[in-house]
């Protein structure tokens, strides 16, 4: 029988069986989940409450359990140390609504509300001395941060930056505390102004002291205008002027409803803050029947979620936006 | 259902599992494949599932019809049919809102009051892949390379999950024969396939993610907050970014395929080590490469026609790359770029100027400025708009008192680290792997779990899609 001649140099890699590769992966998966096990129990908390979230989470709490018993988490908790990560938690106790009064949900307004009539003027911004203003927010300021910035950037006058957090929002601040983050950025960025929008992840059941609130109760209205207050009070803290943006008319005739009772809460809030503006983004994306277009003035608004901005949707509204912050800190928009 | 995720996995091991134990039982196995691959697809749209269900059939439709036809006009006519089709539904999803608003926009400048209607489409995950694949099959029986497979193995070679959305493209040739061979259960390359996995998910979730969170993305968003240094570093960063996504995905795919004993095409060949453009689409996305050669410079005439001809031929065949990868102009920019570099450097072979490659300083520098050109077209490729991909070139030259802030020592780490990767040599590579496929699976399982470890360790919070999902 012939026989293959092999170069000396040439290394010969061991084919494998299937059952052989099958303990492999299986050893490699249960290793990586025991080694990974409070990054999973942290990625379960995250999901919406529900079903999935919770056979999420009953897989992954046994095996942190277990992780945490054998130690076998060491390794990711020194890496996590190292780079400086792992989220602090709060209790989120001190901001649940200590009574059931109701809040009135009102229309959402298509204009801006100014509330600065008793105001002390604001400093005079120029080239030498611009506007120095943040954009933060969940994943609409994704593109309408940029979108803000670059046309920011095109006065002369403004510097603008955006700070936004996929997934995040004002619902969950067990997973990321934007007053909290807040509170340790603002002191340091100092900016003059803040634009924020919120409330793409914010349409949720809340899990609280073991209550949950469930979307579109008073009970979630109450909480949810807690947690936007505070927010708002948080930025008032270090800025001039905040302005809230709304959220725009969305595909989904469901997530429209949340966005309506969501934007009342902003306007309600924002309203009892002289420094704060409501801006509605709401009817800016109605097409010409007073519906949802993903399509507006033959331009291409909306991705294909029907929820989020495209660059054109950006721009729109940060068109819409940056002449009402123009409008109070007195300079021309090109 | 996207790779680097705990549901990709669980779903694996049940393939894994199913594919295996149904081997002996051929009929079975391609339900349960086609089954498994409908459900993958599904998991981000289940209508999708209908437009790929809808294309095999139309395309086995197609095969079989020109397979029997007898005279040359009817197979023309019915390539020709299958072609239209294929690029219809192609148009349709793809193309629909960029030929309208870019009509719309004519007729604007025009100063025409009329504008066409735009319709709200989704664009199918994948579906410049699969159609793609489906040509090269219907094209491949038109010239006789191929007899029509049963229907179920087109359908399932369509379809088959790890290569669906992003690539690489495998054709019928390469694919169809596999199905009806025998895999031999007993001898998998395993340590192969978990070396492209580990390193795919590693490329993708620690390098691209990384590098596109914390630099890329902000500075085509925004590139008037930057300064030129900024502006260089982005492109680079970019660069790296890209590379580490998109051969990341055709890593994972091959080391999926290899799991179930199927071998796909390499796609990726350290392309950053390129000494010419030419040489750059030998080893960047090399089953689109060899696509757009057999399927449309070949058939446009090729080299055939004198310099003039090939020259058009070059262009065409870029460009047309270029708007494969994306309804827009700076995508047409992009590949007309690369087009009119091909035909630079075909220009300079032709007249014997090319620069000499013999010593390692001229291998260096040509690597250099191969790297520095493709980095340059990538520019218009990410931009989000061509006044953004301007003004990125724009401050690229004349903002070097700008800012350096947003320059960190990780990001030029992740840079160097993916540009350098590309050096490791095969034979350095095949020893690690040796010295792995010698061990026991349990030492070889914990060596993966701290691979998956240190990944998801250094990887960032969630997961992003991949970049080439979008074409």
């Known amino acids: 029988m012939a026989t293959r001649s092999v170069p000396p140099n040439q290394v010969t890699i061991r084919p494998l069986p299937a059952g052989h590769v099958l303990i492999v992966m299986l050893v490699a998966l249960l290793g990586g989940a025991l080694l990974n ?28 359990s277990v992780s945490s018993f054998l130690r076998i988490d060491t390794p990711r908790d020194a890496i996590d140390s190292a780079l400086g990560r792992g989220v602090p938690r709060r209790d989120t106790t001190t901001v649940a609504p200590t009574s059931t009064t109701t809040t009135t949900v009102v229309g959402s307004g298509s204009a801006a509300t100014s509330t600065t009539t008793t105001l002390p003027r604001l400093r005079a911004v120029n080239a030498a001395s611009p506007l120095d203003l943040l954009i933060i927010g969940d994943s609409f300021a994704e593109l309408f941060g940029p979108a803000l910035v670059n046309r920011s950037t095109d006065t002369g006058v403004v510097d603008a930056t955006v700070d936004f957090q996929f997934i995040s929002g004002l619902s969950r601040p067990d997973y990321f505390d934007w007053p909290a983050y807040l509170s340790s950025e603002l002191p340091e960025l100092k900016p003059d102004a803040v634009v924020a929008i919120f409330g793409g992840n914010d349409a949720q059941d809340v899990a609280l002291s073991g209550e949950i609130f469930e979307i579109g109760t008073e009970a979630w209205i109450d909480l949810y205008a807690i947690r936007v207050a505070e927010m708002m009070d948080t930025l008032l803290e270090s800025v001039d002027r905040v302005y809230w943006v709304g959220l725009p008319i969305m595909e989904s005739e469901r997530f429209t409803a949340n966005v309506v009772m969501m934007n009342a809460v902003y306007e309600a809030e924002a309203d009892e803050r002289p420094r704060a503006t409501y801006v509605s983004s709401f009817d800016l994306f109605k097409d010409e029947t007073g519906r949802y277009n993903a399509y507006l003035d033959g331009r291409h608004m909306r991705y294909a979620d029907g929820a989020h901005f495209t660059w054109n949707g950006g721009y729109r509204l940060a068109d819409e936006v940056l002449p009402i912050v123009a409008n109070q800190w007195d300079f021309q928009v090109p | 259902m996207l790779f680097p995720t705990i549901t ?90 960029f030929f309208i608003e870019s009509v719309n926009s004519l007729l604007e400048t025009m100063g025409a009051g009329t504008s066409l209607p735009l319709l709200q489409i989704t664009l199918p995950v994948g579906i410049s892949f699969f159609t793609f694949q489906a040509l090269s099959y219907v094209i491949d029986i038109f010239r006789r390379k191929l007899e029509p497979a049963p229907p179920l193995d087109f359908a399932v070679y369509l379809a088959f999950f790890p290569q669906l959305v992003a690539g690489p493209i495998v054709r019928g040739t390469e694919l169809l024969p596999q199905f009806r061979g025998r895999r031999d259960p007993r001898r998998i390359d395993a340590s192969r396939a978990f070396y492209l996995i580990t390193i795919g998910l590693a490329k993708k979730v620690v390098i691209a993610d990384f590098l596109a969170a914390n630099l890329a993305d902000a500075v085509f968003a925004s590139p008037g907050q930057y300064g030129s240094l900024e502006i260089l570093v982005a492109i680079y960063a970019y660069s790296v970014q890209i590379y580490a996504d998109f051969s990341a995905y055709s890593d994972i795919a091959i080391g999926v395929a290899l799991l179930l004993g199927f071998r796909f095409p390499d796609n990726f060949n350290a392309p950053y080590t390129a000494v010419s453009i030419q040489d750059f689409w030998r080893r960047w996305h090399m089953t689109l490469s060899r696509w757009l050669r057999d399927y449309l410079y070949i058939p446009l005439g090729g080299s055939r026609g004198g310099a003039l001809l090939t020259r058009r031929n070059l262009m065409l065949t870029m460009l047309l790359g270029g708007l494969w990868h994306g309804a827009a102009w700076r995508f047409v920019i992009w590949g007309g770029l690369h087009g009119l570099w091909l035909v630079w450097e075909r220009r300079r072979e032709e007249r014997g100027t090319a620069p000499s490659l013999a010593t390692p300083t001229s291998r260096g520098l040509a690597r250099l400025a191969t790297f520095h050109l493709v980095s340059f077209a990538w520019i218009f490729f990410r931009a989000p708009s061509m006044a953004n991909a301007w003004e990125m070139i724009s401050r690229l030259f004349t903002e070097w008192g700008g800012g350096v802030d947003a320059i960190t020592v990780p990001i030029l780490l992740a840079i160097a680290v993916g540009i350098g990767a590309q050096y490791v040599t095969r034979p350095a590579v095949d020893r690690t792997l040796a010295g792995f496929s010698q061990l026991g699976p349990v030492p070889q399982g914990a060596v993966l779990a701290a691979g998956l470890l240190a990944i998801d360790a250094l990887a960032n919070e969630g997961v992003a899609a991949f970049i080439y999902f979008q074409f």
Request: charged share 15%; proline share 3%; net charge positive.
């Open chain 1, 37 to 64: 096990a409070q990054a999973l129990v942290r990625t379960a908390e995250r999901r919406e409450l529900g079903t999935a979230r919770s056979v999420a989470l009953a897989l992954a709490e046994p095996l942190a």
């Open chain 2, 8 to 97: 990709f996995a669980v779903f694996f091991v049940v393939v894994f599992l199913g594919n295996w134990f149904l081997m002996p039982f051929p009929r079975h196995w391609r339900w349960f494949m086609l089954a498994a691959s409908y459900f993958f697809y599904g998991f981000w749209n289940w209508r999708f599932v209908g437009l790929l269900i809808v294309s095999s059939l139309a395309n086995q439709f197609f095969a079989v019809r020109i397979h029997r036809a007898e005279e040359q006009s009817q197979r023309r006519a019915f390539v020709a049919g299958a072609v239209a089709v294929n690029l219809g539904l192609l148009g349709y999803f793809k193309y629909y809102g």
